[in-house]
């Protein structure tokens, strides 16, 4: 799912490039708070509108269908980076056997730790 937030993160090159790759209008003035971008002029329903995971499929010319590996490509593409492959899931060999902890279950307290003394009463 896009985020705004994704969106004002990126350099203001980046957007623009990207903006007008997508014909992306800007109908306001950035508003900046803090040394931090708000608002950049670009209305939130055109971003959504013109970045989905079609558009994005046909301006990459690739078949994926995940939007972050979508959108890290479309990045990728116009800062003139090379893609990266997108992420797989490896699931553990189930021949290795999960080894037990030593005292019976896991975050046990060690045995041989000195107590500790709480506040020293007031005099």
Known sequence: ?????HW?????????????AFGIK???????????????????????EALNIDALQK?????????????????????????TASPTITIANEEEPIKEPENGFVGAIPPNL?????RPKKT
């Open 1 to 5: 799912m896009f985020t705004y937030s």
């Open 26 to 48: 800007k109908t306001g003035a950035t508003e900046v708070a803090n040394n931090e971008v708000v608002k950049d002029g670009y209305s939130i329903q055109a971003i959504e």
């Open 8 to 20: 004002l993160k990126l350099p203001i090159n980046t957007r623009h490039t990207i903006a007008t």
């Open 114 to 118: 000195p107590k500790r003394r709480g």
């Open 59 to 83: 301006y990459l010319n690739t078949d994926e269908t995940d939007f972050l590996v979508l959108w890290d490509w479309l990045i990728a593409a116009i800062e003139g980076r090379a893609r």
